[in-house]
């Protein structure tokens, strides 16, 4: 079977291992996908002849958990990483396991919070058809919360899977779960910028 | 300072600027400081997160330029859709 180049030797040209570069240009197509959602609720807020108190529509207490919880999770993430990563503590992919067994538990917290959320908009008739600002609001959570779930499916699947590759090739198993972080990380940037733009401005 | 240890920091002072954001906004400002504060510190966590989580401030130039360019053409798409509502854009929908 023809193993990938450079997962753990960098390109002469690019000076990175490809998985790095890749991850990195995807994110900065994702930045314009959710920079469109962004731009679009300017144009539309600031068009608009009025526009709902958006923190006595949605709970400002469930986003600020929310934040924390998605914040934890970045944390827990690198800290995964730094169990297998290569430098002055020893490897520990017990720990590692750990991490990202909390990780994905943050995550789901997330989602079942958001869940939460949403059904309790729908209880009280609010739906994204109700005016242009839940439009907005369950477009770009549900956007956001899709990214959660499928980076979600992968830090499952490093998890799980992670121990034969660890045994076999340990270096490009750490560089999986760095570039899985990364992604994780941008997942929660995103929020950083919904949280006030949709709770609190 | 172990790692552990740094991002623990990290994660702190990022707890630190969410009650921050959200006590302030509960104090109800006119409507340009609460954006620009708003966006100012949802600013300063992205950067903790890209930073230092992300490893973006010891990555090479190569990953850094792409993003540059990237942000660049974020800022210019809303730059044109704030400069096509300009004239009335402090109105109704942002509060007093």
């Known amino acids: ?201 | 300072m172990t790692p552990a240890r740094f991002y623990i920091g990290i994660f702190g002072a990022l707890v630190a600027l969410t009650l921050i954001t959200v006590l302030v906004s509960s104090l109800q400002l006119p409507t340009a400081p609460r954006v620009v504060f708003g966006l100012a510190v949802a600013g300063a966590k992205a950067s903790l997160i890209v930073l230092f989580f992300m490893h973006l401030k010891s990555e090479r130039e190569m990953v850094f330029w792409p993003l540059a360019l990237t942000a660049f053409l974020f800022v210019f798409l809303l730059a044109f859709v704030l400069w096509s509502e300009a004239d009335h854009i402090v109105g109704p929908t942002l509060g007093s």
């Open chain 1, 1 to 201: 079977m023809h193993v990938l180049p450079y997962t753990t030797e960098v390109r002469a040209d690019t000076g990175l291992t490809s998985p790095k570069l890749g991850i990195w240009l995807f994110l900065a197509s994702e930045v314009m996908l959710f920079g469109s959602l962004f731009s679009s609720y300017a144009l539309l807020r600031t068009g608009a002849a009025s526009w709902p108190d958006q923190s006595a529509v949605l709970s400002v207490p469930l986003a600020t958990l929310n934040t924390i919880i998605l914040i934890s999770s970045s944390v827990t993430m690198v800290l995964a990483w730094t169990a297998l990563a290569p430098g002055p503590q020893a490897q520990n992919p017990a720990r590692f396991k750990l991490y990202m067994g909390l990780t994905l538990l943050l995550g789901a917290a997330f989602l079942a919070v958001k869940a939460i959320e949403y059904g309790d908009k729908f209880a009280h008739g609010l739906f994204p058809a109700t005016n242009t600002f839940l439009a907005l609001y369950f477009t770009m959570t549900g956007v956001h919360a899709v990214h959660v779930l499928v980076g979600m499916a992968v830090n499952a699947y490093l998890l799980v899977s992670g121990a034969r590759m660890w045994r076999t090739e340990p270096e490009r198993f750490a560089n999986r779960v760095e570039i899985a972080g990364i992604y994780w990380h941008f997942v929660d940037v995103v929020w950083v910028f919904l949280f006030p733009v949709l709770y609190l401005l």
